[in-house]
C-alpha cells in the first residue's frame, strides 16, 4: 500500500489520483482548510485531523500517525512543505518502522530561491530532500535543480497539469454551440477580449489590464474588452479607476467561478488570457480552451512564476516578454488578436502542449516510475 499524505484535497487532483488508485492500493491522507480551493473526498481518501497554528496555508499539522500505524503502508509520500510541522514526526515514524518515504511537491520556493547556508528553512529542506527515498519534482527544470545536490536516480517528474479529460470535454461542448452564441448568451459584444483569472492581489498586478486597454482600445477600433476572474485587494481600487475613467461598458467583473462550465466558456470566447504575476496551474486552464497565455519573463524582483511557466514557450503557445516592459506586451497582444495565421499555429501547439506534455497520463507516468524505483510489487495484478 501507498500513502499519499497533503494538507488539502484539492478538486483538480481527483484524476490523477483516481488514475493512480487503480493501478496500485493507495490511500490519500488530507485534512481540510477554507483557503477557497474546491476541495473533494474519494473512497481511496481520509480525512485527518489537523490545527493551523499560523496564516500560511501550510502552517499546519496533521495526524496521519494513527492510520500509519494501523495500515504499515510500504512507501509514505508527504507533500513537501516546511510549514507542516508534523512532517518531521512523519518522517522519523517511517524510519522507525523501515516505511520508504518520499517527497512531492516544489523544490524550493521562486522569490527567497534556495540558500541553505544562511536560511534555516533551506537547511531544513535540503535535509528532507536528502533524506528522502526519493522525490516527485513538478517539472524537469525542477529535477536539474535537484540534481545537483541530490542523486538524481531518486528524481521523477510528474509534470503537473489539471483533469485535462474532463476539461477538454467542456470545450468540445462549447465548440457545438460556437462563440457568437455564447458572446451573444453572455452579452458579450466586444470583437476582441483579453481575461485575468485569479486572485486580485498586488503581486498579481491585475491593474496592468487596465494599462493595456488603454494602449490598445483605439488600435483596435474600440472593441476591446477586458474580463477580470476572482476577488481579492484589488478588487475595489479596479473598480473605482475603470468607473472614474469611463471604462465601465467594456470591463466585465465576473467574481470568483468555482464551475468549470462557466469558468471554461470565458476561456473560449476569449483571445488570451494576460497574467501580469505570476503564473501556475491557470496556464494548462487556459490551454484547455486554446487560450494563449501573455506574462512577464521572471525577473530578479518577480514575477516569480510556478513551474507550469514551462508550458509557456514564447511565441509558440503564448508569449513571456521582457520584465515589466508593458509596451513590448502590448505590441504582443496586438499582433496576436490581428495575425490569423499567427492564431492558428499558437493553437496548434497548445493542442499539442497539453495533449503530449502537461497531459493527465505524463503526470501518471512520473509517480509510477517513482513507485516502481521504490517497491516493483507495489503495483495491483
Not at 527567497?112 to 528553512?121: E, G, T, V, Y
Request: charged residues 25%; neutral net charge; proline residues 3%.
Amino acid at each position: 500500500m501507498i500513502f499519499i499524505i497533503g494538507r488539502i484535497f484539492p478538486t483538480y487532483r481527483k484524476a490523477i489520483l483516481d488514475g493512480l488508485s487503480q493501478k496500485v492500493e493507495l490511500k490519500f491522507l488530507h485534512g481540510r482548510n477554507n483557503s477557497g480551493i474546491g476541495q473533494i473526498v474519494a473512497p481511496y481518501s481520509i480525512i485527518v485531523k489537523q490545527f493551523m497554528y499560523g496564516k500560511n496555508e501550510t502552517n499546519v499539522f496533521l495526524n496521519p500517525f494513527y492510520c500509519i500505524l494501523k495500515y504499515k503502508p510500504a512507501v509514505v509520500i508527504h507533500e513537501l512543505a516546511i510549514g507542516i510541522i508534523s512532517l518531521p514526526l512523519t518522517f522519523l515514524l517511517c524510519k522507525i518502522l523501515g516505511l520508504k518515504f518520499a517527497l512531492w511537491g516544489h523544490a524550493y520556493d521562486r522569490k527567497r530561491k534556495f540558500s541553505p547556508d544562511s536560511s534555516f528553512k533551506d537547511k531544513i529542506r535540503l535535509f528532507y530532500l536528502q533524506k528522502a527515498d526519493a522525490i516527485i519534482a513538478y517539472s524537469k527544470l525542477e529535477k536539474q535543480f535537484l540534481a545537483r545536490i541530490v542523486d538524481d536516480k531518486k528524481i521523477f517528474v510528474a509534470q503537473n497539469t489539471l483533469d485535462i479529460p474532463y476539461l477538454s470535454k467542456i470545450k468540445v461542448q462549447l465548440e457545438a454551440e460556437g462563440k457568437a452564441e455564447i458572446k451573444k448568451r453572455l452579452n458579450i459584444i466586444q470583437q476582441y477580449n483579453l481575461i485575468f483569472i485569479g486572485r486580485l492581489l498586488e503581486s498579481k498586478h491585475p491593474e496592468i489590464l487596465v494599462t493595456l486597454y488603454e494602449k490598445l482600445t483605439n488600435k483596435l477600433n474600440g472593441k476591446l474588452g477586458i474580463h477580470f476572474v476572482g476577488q481579492g485587494e484589488k478588487l475595489d481600487a479596479l473598480k473605482k479607476e475603470i468607473s472614474e475613467k469611463g471604462y465601465d461598458e467594456d470591463f466585465y467583473f465576473h467574481g470568483s467561478i468555482h464551475d468549470d462550465e462557466k469558468s471554461g466558456e470565458l476561456l473560449y470566447l476569449c483571445d488570451m488570457m494576460v497574467m501580469p504575476g505570476y503564473l501556475g496551474l491557470s496556464v494548462n486552464h487556459a490551454f484547455c480552451f486554446e487560450c494563449p497565455v501573455v506574462s512577464f519573463q521572471q525577473g530578479p524582483n518577480g514575477p516569480f512564476h510556478s513551474p507550469e511557466v514551462e508550458y509557456v514557450e514564447n511565441g509558440k503557445t503564448g508569449f513571456l516578454v521582457e520584465t515589466d516592459n508593458i509596451e513590448m506586451m502590448t505590441t504582443q497582444i496586438f499582433n496576436y488578436l490581428t495575425d490569423e495565421s499567427l492564431q492558428e499555429e499558437i493553437k496548434r501547439n497548445i493542442h499539442h502542449m497539453i495533449t503530449h506534455v502537461c497531459s493527465i497520463e505524463n503526470m501518471e507516468i512520473g509517480f509510477m516510475e517513482c513507485f516502481k524505483y521504490l517497491n516493483l510489487g507495489l503495483l495491483k495484478k
